[in-house]
């Protein structure tokens, strides 16, 4: 039998060695590293400014509370994400209006998002889901339209690029998430990229409460103003050490995932009362984060019986996401939705096995996971 987990953080001697000279010094925080893991990551992905922060609900949060959302203001989510896109609109007192997927690939509904748009929008977050690229030229002229800002989660969406771009560039931010099962990890960590200069110098003032200045800026130590409220919201040294080897692993990483997915898709495609989501657009790069099978309605019933058959051949599964945020107890219990309410976002989350792709596994591991599925569909009750 294999051993293959759900997601597992690639971590070599690379990382273990920048950590220990982090330790071996005395600069933990405000130091060159965070600085450098910001260029290689601006690099990686051609954008003009990066921001090193917390985690990318920080990255979230910082970005409405910086735009100065509050009550009153409302902001279009995703229903099919992770509570973070929503929790970041709601923890700046602003509304979060949900809006269904595509079923095809997971990725937003745009003619739902025009229709929810109302006076009082002031932004719209879209989730490249599990990887595949939002038809951002959509997004875009919307927001254009109506004067909106665009955010994207990018937390799923390392190497995921739309015409060669990198997502996070389409819009004006781009907020993505370094947690361990995540594409490159820094244990806990977000970054965000944007084309704004402007822009990126007042995150950087304001995931630092504040202060008129960095500590490499200061002529006498410890002297310093404050001219705005702001957050502590700063990546450590720790955490940027790691990043920075973690880059340097990307191309790998992600070609790894590509073939995976690609031999997965192909293992699978006998397999019958299962269907797989689309991987995107023309013109879209996914980055392949999972594969998610979504089984036919016919056998959505036995989905625990199939997770249990994959669990016992040592495959690790999710669900991405086990419910529709709206559907979650505090959203549900706050704004009253119900069951129906999301069809095709529901349809995800009952219906589908988040199957792993990444780069701790291989061709065979593949394989091996294509024919589990097909007994599992068999012998499944
Ligand atoms: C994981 C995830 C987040 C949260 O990222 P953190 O770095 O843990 O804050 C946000 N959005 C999506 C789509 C995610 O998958």
């Not at 990255?59 to 995703?78: I, N, T």
């Not at 990890?185 to 630092?208: S, V």
């Not at 990546?235 to 073939?259: F, H, K, S, T, Y």
């Not at 995107?280 to 199939?306: F, K, N, Q, T």
């Amino acid at each position: 039998m294999r051993s293959i987990p759900f997601g597992k953080p690639i971590i070599g001697d690379a990382e273990r060695q920048a950590v220990m000279a982090v330790l071996a010094g005395s600069t933990l925080v405000h130091g060159p590293l965070a600085k450098k893991f910001e260029e290689v990551f601006a690099d990686f992905t051609a954008a003009p400014h990066a921001v090193s922060v917390a985690s990318c609900t920080a990255a979230m949060h910082l970005v409405y509370f910086h735009l100065g959302f509050g009550p009153g203001d409302e902001v279009v989510v995703p229903a099919q994400t992770h509570t973070a896109t929503a929790h970041a609109v709601e923890l700046v007192g602003a509304k979060p209006v949900f809006v269904d997927c595509e079923a095809g690939t997971g990725n937003i509904d745009v003619a739902a998002v025009a229709a929810a748009i109302t006076p009082r929008t002031r932004a719209i977050a879209v989730v490249h889901y599990l990887g595949v690229p939002v038809d951002m030229a959509a997004i875009t002229a919307l927001a254009r339209q109506h004067g909106l800002f665009v955010l994207e989660d990018c937390a799923l969406a390392i190497g995921t690029r739309l015409d060669g771009i990198h997502a996070g560039l389409h819009g004006d931010v781009g907020c993505f998430s370094f947690y361990p099962v995540k594409h490159m990890t820094t244990a806990e960590g977000g970054m965000i990229i944007c084309r704004d200069p402007q822009l990126a110098a007042q995150l950087q003032r304001k995931k630092a409460f504040g202060v008129d200045r960095t500590v490499g800026e200061r002529t006498v130590p410890g002297m310093y103003d404050v001219t705005m409220l702001g957050f502590n919201y700063r990546m450590n040294e720790i955490e940027a050490a790691i990043g920075i080897e973690q880059v340097g692993r990307l191309p790998d990483m992600l070609e790894r995932r590509r073939a995976n997915s690609a031999v997965l898709r192909d293992g699978l495609r006998g397999v019958a009362g299962i269907g797989l989501l689309e991987d995107g657009p023309a013109g879209g790069e996914s980055s392949h984060y999972c594969l998610s099978a979504i089984l036919d309605d016919s056998l959505a019933a036995r989905r625990l019986s199939i997770i249990k058959h994959l669990n016992a051949a040592g495959i690790g599964t999710s669900i991405y996401y086990p419910r529709p945020v709206p559907l979650m107890s505090y959203y549900r219990g706050k704004y009253g939705f119900n069951e129906g309410d999301f069809p095709q976002a529901e349809r995800i989350s009952n219906n589908s096995i988040a199957l792993p792709v990444g780069p701790h596994l291989d061709e065979e591991d593949m394989a091996y996971i294509a024919n589990a599925m097909a007994d599992a569909v068999k012998e499944s009750k």
